[in-house]
C-alpha cells in the first residue's frame, strides 16, 4: 500500500510542476479531492514540490506530513505510530527500534523533552519501509575549557588525536584506501562493459562504506572528549582542494587522490554529534602545523611519516607532531636568524 500510494503522490507532485508558478501558489488539497491519499499529506506534497523549483520531473517523492497528522505511542516495550494516511481511515503501525539511541529520543518525545516534527515514509534499496521522524532537543551549551583534544587529518592516516594528557590515538585508512581501489578497478571494467547502472549502484555502495567508517571515527573521537572533559579542535581545510596541488601519479590512484577524500564530511559529523554532548569546538588555521616542531617551533621539512628538527633534534611521527600543534596552537613563532 506505501508503495502504491507513493506513486500516485509522485504522479501528483508532477502534476503540479506542470502548471504555471502563479497557480502552483494558489493550490490546496481541495484540488486533490479525488486523491485517497489524506489533505495533509498532500498539502505537504505541494509544499514540497512549490519549494524545489529547479526540479522539472519527480522520480520518486516520499510520502511526508507535518506533526499534526502522527502521534507516537507505547505499550511495554514496543513503539508504534498512528497516522491517518488515507482519508477517513486511521490506524496504528508498530515499529522497531534497532539502536538505544534511537529509544531515548522516542522516549524523550512522550516525555515531552523533545518537539516533534514531520514524518516521511520512506523505502530503502532493499524493499524495507522506514518512518523517519525529525525531532527538535535542546542540547546542553557546549563547556568552557581550557583542556583540547587535537585532530589533525589526512590522506594516510584519516585522524589523529593528540589527547591533552599526552597519548597520542591513530585511526588507520588501510581499510578506505582498500575500498577506493579495489571499487575504483571494479568500475572501469563495468565502463568498458558499458553497465552503466551497475556503476551508480557501486558508486552508491562505497560512499556509504566511507561515510560509515566517518561516523565510526567521529563518535569514538567525540565519545572520548567527553570522557576527558575536553574540547575538540580542528584545522579550518577550507578550499583544500583548490589550494593544494598533486602529483598526476597521486591522483591516478584512487586510494591516493585527495578529492576522493571527504575531509568536509568528516567534520560536519564531528560537529553534530560535538554539539548534543555539549563538547567545545574549535577551528584554527592549518598553515604549517605539519611542518613546525612542537618543541621548539622551529619549522622543517617532513619526510612521509618521519619529523625530525633540525634545530633541537625533535624525532615523533609527522602526525602526531601536527596534532599536537594542533592541540597546542596560539600563534606559536621561532626566533629567525638572518
Known amino acids: 500500500m506505501f508503495a502504491r500510494l507513493e506513486k500516485i503522490n509522485t504522479e501528483v507532485a508532477n502534476t503540479i510542476l506542470a502548471l504555471p508558478k502563479s497557480e502552483r501558489r494558489q493550490l490546496t488539497s481541495k484540488a486533490f479531492a479525488d486523491i485517497e491519499i489524506g ?28 506533526n499534526q497528522n502522527w502521534r507516537l505511542h507505547r505499550v511495554g516495550d514496543t513503539f508504534s505510530l498512528g497516522f491517518g494516511l488515507v482519508r477517513g481511515i486511521k490506524k496504528r503501525i508498530p515499529i522497531e527500534v534497532h539502536a538505544a539511541s534511537h529509544r531515548d529520543w522516542l522516549e524523550a518525545l512522550l516525555e515531552g523533552e523533545a518537539k516533534a516534527g514531520s514524518l516521511k515514509l520512506v523505502q ?24 583540547w583534544i ?15 594528557d599526552g597519548p597520542v590515538i591513530f585511526w588507520k585508512a588501510k581499510q578506505v584506501r582498500h575500498v577506493r581501489r579495489i571499487y575504483a578497478h571494479r568500475r572501469r571494467k563495468l565502463q568498458k562493459a558499458g553497465k552503466h547502472q551497475a556503476v551508480k549502484k557501486l558508486e552508491s ?106 634545530r633541537c633534534g625533535h624525532k615523533a611521527h609527522a602526525d602526531a607532531n601536527a596534532a599536537m600543534n594542533v592541540r597546542d596552537w596560539h600563534g606559536l613563532c621561532c626566533p629567525l636568524n638572518l
Open 124 to 147: 530503502s534499496k532493499k524493499g524495507i519501509w522506514y518512518a523517519c521522524l525529525s525531532v527538535s532537543m535542546e542540547v546542553p551549551d557546549a563547556k568552557e575549557t581550557d583542556r
Open 205 to 310: 555502495k562505497e560512499r556509504r562504506i566511507v561515510t560509515h567508517i566517518n561516523h565510526c571515527i567521529s563518535k569514538d573521537l567525540v565519545a572520548m572528549a567527553s570522557r576527558l572533559g575536553a574540547g575538540i579542535r580542528l584545522e579550518d581545510l577550507s578550499g583544500i582542494r583548490r589550494s593544494t596541488k598533486q602529483r598526476k601519479k597521486t591522483k591516478s590512484d584512487a586510494g591516493q587522490n585527495r578529492d576522493y577524500w571527504p575531509f568536509f564530511q568528516f567534520e560536519t559529523f564531528v560537529a553534530y554529534k560535538a554539539v548534543q554532548a555539549g563538547v567545545a569546538i574549535d577551528k584554527i588555521r592549518p598553515h604549517y602545523t605539519s611542518k613546525t616542531c612542537h618543541h621548539c617551533g622551529a619549522i622543517n621539512d617532513r619526510k612521509k611519516h618521519a619529523y625530525v628538527c633540525t
Open 39 to 66: 489533505s495533509a499529506w498532500i498539502n505537504q506534497t505541494i509544499r514540497n514540490a512549490n519549494a524545489r523549483t529547479q526540479v522539472k520531473c519527480f522520480k520518486r517523492l516520499p510520502l511526508e506530513t507535518n
Open 150 to 164: 587535537g585532530v589533525d587529518r589526512g590522506q594516510n592516516v584519516p585522524a589523529v588525536a593528540a589527547t591533552p
